[in-house]
């Protein structure tokens, strides 16, 4: 199987989150790290920050593809939160970077797209107006990020399984509820 060059930059990328935050990266320093030009890159990217969007939306879209429904929500959740412990050097070097806002727009991207999924499927047969499945969307978006960054911030201390399964036990049917109280 041949490697993308998409692929062999984001990589390039990983290898130097693992020594410094995205702050201190260049792009000399990551088409160095992957013997690729400068040319390349902007080929396909249009900062490091694209680049580093582009890998966490295909990160998250690989772990939430197949669990975008309200009963393997948590399983998605998990698989983020495991894959982040996994890179735990990456995330706080993103996360303690001055770009951590653009990290937190990324992920809330990624989040939404999921959410919404869900949403949609819950309100199904339902009369609901897009405005009230896009707040609910928008609203538990908001809670995961939280979630997330505060975990991030405590050097991951909390077990993945334990948390997802706390917010479980508080969202467990919400979304079901909120849309019947927005039905028309």
Request: contains cysteine.
């Amino acid at each position: 199987m041949q490697i993308s060059t998409e692929d062999v930059l984001i990589d390039s990328l990983n290898k130097l989150l693992e020594r410094k935050s995205v702050d201190k990266i260049t792009v000399k320093d990551i088409v160095s790290e992957c013997d690729l030009t400068r040319q390349t890159f902007y080929n396909h990217f249009s900062d490091i920050y694209a680049l580093v969007e582009y890998s966490a939306c295909q990160n998250a879209k690989k772990y939430l593809d197949d669990a975008s429904d309200y009963d393997n929500w948590q399983e998605g959740f998990y698989n983020i939160m495991v894959k982040i412990k996994e890179n735990k050097t990456i995330a706080q070097n993103v996360y303690h970077s001055i770009y951590r806002d653009l990290m937190e727009k990324y992920i809330y991207d990624v989040l939404y797209g999921y959410i919404i999924q869900i949403v949609e499927k819950q309100a199904e047969g339902m009369s609901v107006s897009q405005n009230h499945k896009d707040f609910i969307a928008h609203f538990y978006s908001l809670a995961f990020i939280a979630v997330i960054f505060e975990w991030i911030s405590d050097d991951m201390k909390g077990d993945p399984e334990e948390i997802v399964e706390q917010i479980g036990v508080l969202i467990h049917g919400d979304f079901k509820k909120a849309l019947n109280k927005y039905a028309k």
